[in-house]
């Protein structure tokens, strides 16, 4: 079963950093490109940025609202898929879904990011 | 403010046909790009509907069908019903390499 499953979310104050995580499991995770995608309490969806895969270079496209503060990586070796997430405002409370290109499937759980003083 | 445009609420009554419209630009939808549709359940990740402006994901209901045209994307449900209550969001690329989505549309079943 193709499974994608979001871990590292939580309080944390404005400022501060926080890096999530995106486990894959049941597909050839350096085959494909992963994105990111956020959803803030009671809103649409947002994407986030995304990575390519190694056979595209590996790398890196974001939202003009994250770009500079928030960097995505993968360890294709373990499967994983990062977002750190730095200088965290207020505006960046969301659950934070990860999910494969190139059409969005599937989706993980989601991670809840809450950030407040 | 959402690059894609869709109308924030549809209804409809059980068995009728409702269509939901996404409205981009000649940089996103108009440049050739996929759109692509999700379903969101209250409480739930998004789930894909349609991929590549027409296509059913094994599973998916044949009652849900999207096409595009020009600038625009639609999709479908006919037969509704009362599961079918969710939101729907549009999803297409930009020629900033960026991804785009619309901001929702709440399907009400009455």
């Known amino acids: 079963e193709v499974q994608l499953v979001e871990s590292g979310g939580g309080l944390v104050q404005p400022g501060r950093s926080l890096r999530l995580s995106c486990t894959a499991s049941?597909?050839?995770?350096?085959?494909?490109?992963m994105s990111w995608v956020r959803q803030a309490p009671g809103k649409g969806l947002e994407w986030v940025g995304f990575?390519?895969?190694?056979?595209?270079?590996?790398?890196?496209e974001y939202a003009a609202s994250v770009k500079g503060r928030f960097t995505i990586s993968r360890d294709d070796s373990k499967s994983i898929a990062y977002l750190q997430m730095n200088s965290l405002k207020t505006e960046d409370t969301a659950v934070y879904y990860c999910?494969?290109?190139?059409?969005?499937?599937?989706w993980g759980q989601g991670t809840l990011v809450t950030v407040s003083s | 403010q959402s690059v894609l445009t869709q109308p924030p609420s549809v209804s409809g009554a059980p068995g009728q046909r409702v269509t939901i419209s996404c409205t981009g630009s000649?940089?996103?939808?108009?440049?050739?790009?996929?759109v692509h549709w999700y379903q969101q359940l209250p409480g739930t990740a998004p789930k894909l509907l349609i991929y590549?402006?027409?296509n059913r994901p094994s599973g998916v209901p044949d009652r849900f069908s999207g096409s595009k045209s020009g600038t625009s994307a639609s999709l479908a449900i006919t037969g509704l019903q009362a599961e079918d209550e969710a939101d729907y969001y549009c999803?297409?690329?930009?020629?900033?390499?960026?991804?785009?989505f619309g901001g929702g549309t709440k399907l009400t079943v009455l």
């Open positions: 000649s940089s996103n939808i108009g440049a050739g790009y996929d």
């Open positions: 999803q297409s690329y930009d020629s900033s390499l960026t991804v785009v």
């Open positions: 990575i390519r895969s190694k056979a595209y270079g590996g790398t890196t």
């Open positions: 049941g597909f050839t995770f350096g085959d494909y490109a």
């Open positions: 590549g402006n027409s």
């Open positions: 999910t494969r290109e190139p059409w969005f499937d599937p």
